[in-house]
């Protein structure tokens, strides 16, 4: 198994502010790290792929990068609708894990 | 547009076993890889299962031990999750979800809403 070990479990911010989420993978993964948003009682949705690709769709305020071994999602400026949860995934290699995932808060 | 409609969750014994499926349309579901995930109450994304295009490619997470089956019938646009063997433990949402590619290797870029199981004596 590769665990992804995402950080912060949860995060407190403002509208407007500028956060980071970071998943750091155990081994090389090359750029095979996804990012998810899901918002309570739906589905997840497919934000960020193959570590800073945006989903068709995706407001360009989302952006993912990478250095070695550790990966962030970049929320450059915050909307209401963003407090969300969001999650990290590998799918360098199976089983396709998912980070623990990071809670984003109203401050 | 693209559509995943998950059904045959519900509340089963421990020890009995239940079958999952996944209605797909408004997409071509024969050239993309498939995928089951499921989600605690109040817990994190498990990825579980996928199975290839052509359903010659089945694999899955090791904490399964072998009691889940996963399996398509493209004729019928249908994805499936054999489930036997339930405990506590496998109470979730259980989500399908298409492959962006028309492989496996990710990301899932459609999810159906989910189909709660809760495995309650």
């Known amino acids: 198994d590769i665990p992804v070990t995402q950080s912060p479990s949860s995060l407190s911010a403002s509208v407007g502010d500028r956060v980071t989420i970071t998943c750091r993978a155990s081994q090389n993964i090359l750029n095979f790290l996804n990012w998810y948003q899901q918002k309570p009682g739906e589905a997840p949705k497919l934000l960020i792929y193959r570590t800073s690709s945006l989903q068709s769709g995706v407001p360009s305020r989302f952006s993912g990068s990478a250095s070695g071994t550790d990966f962030t999602l970049t929320i450059s400026s915050l909307h209401p609708e963003d407090f969300t949860s969001y999650y990290c995934?590998?799918?360098?290699?199976?089983?396709?894990?998912f980070g623990q995932g990071t809670k984003l808060e109203i401050k | 547009q693209v559509q995943l409609v998950e059904s045959g969750g519900g509340v089963v014994q421990p020890g009995r076993s239940l079958r999952l499926s996944c209605a797909a349309s408004?997409?071509?579901?024969?050239?993309?890889?498939m995928h089951w995930v499921r989600q605690a109450p109040g817990k994190g994304l498990e990825w579980l299962s996928l199975i290839s295009k052509d359903g010659n490619t089945k694999l899955y997470a090791d904490s399964l031990e072998g009691r889940f089956t996963i399996s398509r019938d493209n004729s019928k646009n249908t994805l499936y999750l054999q489930m036997t063997s339930l405990t506590g433990d496998d109470t979730a949402v259980y989500y399908c979800?298409?492959?962006?590619?028309?492989?496996?290797?990710?990301?899932?870029?459609?999810w159906g809403q989910g189909t709660l199981v809760t495995v309650s004596s």
């Open positions: 408004g997409f071509n579901m024969t050239i993309y890889g």
């Open positions: 995934q590998q799918t360098y290699a199976t089983p396709y894990t």
């Open positions: 979800a298409k492959d962006q590619n028309p492989d496996y290797y990710g990301p899932f870029d459609y």
